[in-house]
């Protein structure tokens, strides 16, 4: 495929020709989840908007080094009663080494991507694995004059950085207006300023999970992970930074300005966001009482849900919206997108066993061309969803043998749903139409006509047989008036 791609850049407002550092290589950094519970929907967006961008820069031929990283030290969450971290909590409780409770929630987190068919990024570097790298980052910064040490805690000096840069150049927000909401926070007393972040901060006693230090023994804060991993996989400048819409403030604010104080320069060429989820129209929250974790939408065991849903139609789901809109999980909403997945998914399996005919009476040109022109434009997904819904309608007029394909023109269609259903969307299709399917279509083919034979020879012990078995194998077998349907 073409080396063709608009993405919106946050940082410019408006959406840009892809143009990488280097032609054939491209640098990706995507925020990965904190592992302090189990996977949510959250987690969920991101991860399957960054693997179709992922998917699409490798279906277009560059070579592609995508980095998502994990955040295990756990410093960020604290619990509102006693301000202490989850992982250090949850290790104290249940008598574990910290470590043994990030790699719990790391293999959950794992297993779900892999059910959503989340590709793995090249490299998925741990947070705690590079405490020296970010202790680097802080001196660096310390030395261009933009942190100052407290207590033992080291700071970034925002209001200093500002008078020199643009704090608030990615979020739209300026230092005043949040000098003015932030000034009630707690633990300032060390801070110059309320809008000052901890780059390192002192480990009080409680704390299970702290490292040595220039300036106490103690963990690194939140947004510096992001900058220094970034920058020892992809170096000081490298072409995308994504993460969901809620991270833009602090946490992408604040690289930017890390990077910046460090290094005298930003690293981030597009910074890509995806829109937030929310159920029932309400934001997930713990709080709220509608907060569904992944495994619960797969087993269908949350109160909130009707029924259980396969990781493949949560995926579509979430890629019939366009990325930068809002997604609205509702039981309605999700039986209509599990609907929609089955008669893609109806059109896969006929499109494997169409036969070719001389001529081709359904129009299917330019197909090729309107899917790739949709996910060039800033990842338009819902477009190409629509793009090959059309050609389903096609596929199946000539399955009902009401139009005709030609050999050359059904070797096309094939091509185009195997690159855009599975390459690049990541639909996990049962009967997908490629070669190996073909074979394996055939086999079942043949094992329904010799059961449609042993029928015919009122010979119910073998019909039975191939019937019942196939069924146990997860197939579904429909007998219409002239043979026969089946699909997995
Ligand atoms: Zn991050």
């Known amino acids: 495929m073409e080396k063709k791609l608009q993405i919106y850049n946050t940082l410019t407002r408006k959406k840009e020709e892809f143009k990488p550092l280097n032609p054939d290589h491209v640098g990706m950094y995507v ?27 490798l279906s277009q031929g560059y070579k592609v080094r995508y980095v998502r990283n994990i955040t295990d030290v756990g410093h960020l969450e604290h619990d509102a009663d006693d301000g202490e971290d989850k992982i250090a909590k949850k290790a ?10 990030a790699q719990y929630y790391t293999n959950r987190y794992h ?32 030395d261009a004059g ?25 979020s739209g927000r300026n230092i005043d207006e949040l000098l003015e909401t932030t000034r009630q926070l707690d633990g300032q007393d060390e801070k110059r300023r309320s809008v000052d972040f901890a780059l390192w901060k002192k480990a009080q006693p ?43 403030f602090p946490h992408h604010e604040c690289e930017i300005a890390q990077s910046t104080a ?43 849900l009707t029924q259980a849903y396969s990781p493949m139609t949560i995926r579509f789901f979430i890629l019939q919206a366009h990325y930068r809109s809002t997604v609205d999980f509702s039981n309605e909403a999700l039986l209509a997108s599990q609907k929609g997945l089955e008669r893609l998914e109806e059109a896969c399996a006929r499109l494997a066993r ?17 899917c790739e022109e949709a996910i060039a434009d800033d990842l338009n997904t819902p477009i190409v969803i629509s793009h090959l819904f059309d050609a389903a309608k096609a596929i199946n007029t000539i399955h009902d043998g009401k139009a005709t394909i030609s050999a050359d023109d059904l070797d096309e269609l094939r091509s185009v749903f195997h690159t855009f259903v599975e390459d690049i969307l ?20 043949l094992l329904l006509s010799i059961r449609q034979q042993a029928k015919a020879n009122k010979d119910w012990p073998t019909s039975d047989r191939i019937r019942n078995e196939l069924t146990e194998m997860g197939f579904t077998i429909k007998d219409t008036k002239d043979g026969f349907e089946w699909k997995l």
């Open 31 to 57: 925020c990965g989840p904190t592992v302090y519970g189990d996977g949510h929907l959250g987690h969920a967006r991101p991860a399957i908007t960054f693997d179709v961008l992922y998917r699409l820069l």
């Open 426 to 445: 990541g639909l996990r299709i049962g009967t997908a139409a490629d070669n190996n399917s073909e074979a394996y279509s055939k086999a079942i083919d």
């Open 146 to 170: 933009f942190a100052y040490e407290s207590q033992g805690s080291v700071y970034f000096d925002v209001e200093k950085y500002n008078s020199r840069h643009h704090y608030g150049k990615l």
């Open 262 to 304: 460090a290094l005298g320069h930003e690293t981030v060429r597009y910074w890509m966001h995806n829109n937030m989820i929310t159920i029932n129209g309400q934001k997930m929250g713990k709080s709220l009482g509608n907060f569904i974790t992944l495994d619960e939408f797969f087993n269908g065991t949350s109160p909130l």
């Open 111 to 142: 297993t779900a991507m892999e059910r959503l068919n989340v590709l793995p990024p090249s490299i998925e570097p741990h947070a705690s694995g590079h405490i020296i790298e970010q202790i680097e980052y802080i001196k660096k910064i310390i």
């Open 92 to 101: 104290k409780l249940e008598q574990l080494e910290p470590m043994e409770v």
């Open 354 to 370: 169409l036969t070719p005919s001389a001529t081709t009476t359904v129009d299917i040109q330019g197909l090729r061309q309107r």
């Open 206 to 248: 409680e704390h299970i999970m702290h490292w040595p230090s220039p300036w106490s023994d103690g963990f690194p804060g939140w947004h510096l992970e992001c900058s220094a991993m970034g920058t020892k996989y992809l170096g000081e400048q490298f072409d995308i930074h994504g993460g969901g819409i809620d991270l833009v």
